[in-house]
């Protein structure tokens, strides 16, 4: 079946401690997207590929960092900068206009 | 800039009722518009989606039309059921300049027996 795979579903974070989450898909497209959810409000754009070895910040970037040396994947990493990492993270990929998402990963704070 | 303002949830009705969930939008050019659908701890997924003014988009019951006129994409059903319990997203896809989805906060829907 083709889709997105994020893992792990959940996720705890100690103070100062950095974390991968990643993101997966062998749906062929070349974009691909990371967001954050906050309960009660919609998704905000953390970073964005467009293409292998090419992406750009998105509006709540600080904090967090990507990597793209393979098309199919997209990891997210949030750093030790980002003081406020509780929150539900989605990995999303695009083909013409449509994005699909992954099931999500909760990450806490311990 | 680009955005999308939702009716604030959560939207509580019976089993059967009839659902309007109001959406609109403001944007430079010619957005598509797209309602996705939230379960419980789950990703999003497409709902239905127009591409022009005029255009109606339809799945599982559920119907949305482009208006351009009142920059709208109202999402309705005529009959309700306990499992479309979920919370919707209206989102819009600019065309111009850098292309991304741009969501609304989230409408939580609560379908009772």
């Known amino acids: 079946d083709g889709g997105i795979t994020q893992s792990p579903k959940y996720l705890f974070r100690k103070e100062g401690q950095n974390v991968t989450l990643s993101c997966e898909q062998n749906l062929n497209h070349d974009a691909m997207y990371w967001y954050r959810q906050d309960p009660g409000q919609g998704l905000r754009l953390i970073y964005y590929s467009q293409i292998v070895n090419d992406f750009q910040k998105g509006d709540i970037a600080e904090g967090y960092s990507v990597s793209r040396e393979k098309k199919e994947s997209f990891p997210l990493t949030v750093t030790s900068a980002q003081k406020n990492p509780t929150a539900f993270y989605l990995c999303?990929?695009?083909?013409?206009?449509?994005?699909?998402f992954g099931a999500g990963t909760r990450l806490s704070v311990l | 800039g680009n955005s999308v303002t939702q009716m604030e949830g959560p939207v509580t009705l019976s089993e059967e009722a009839f659902l309007t969930i109001n959406c609109t939008y403001t944007a430079t050019g010619y957005p598509s518009l797209f309602w996705y659908v939230q379960y419980p701890g789950e990703g999003l997924q497409l709902l239905l989606k127009a591409t022009k003014a005029d255009d109606k988009g339809s799945n599982k019951g559920f119907e949305a039309t482009y208006r351009k006129e009142t920059t709208s994409f109202h999402l309705e059903k005529g009959s309700v059921q306990v499992s479309d319990s979920a919370v919707y997203f209206c989102?819009?896809?600019?065309?111009?300049?850098?292309?991304?989805?741009?969501f609304g906060t989230g409408t939580r829907l609560l379908v009772s027996p």
């Open positions: 999303a990929s695009r083909a013409q206009n449509i994005q699909y």
């Open positions: 989102a819009l896809y600019s065309n111009t300049g850098f292309q991304k989805l741009v």
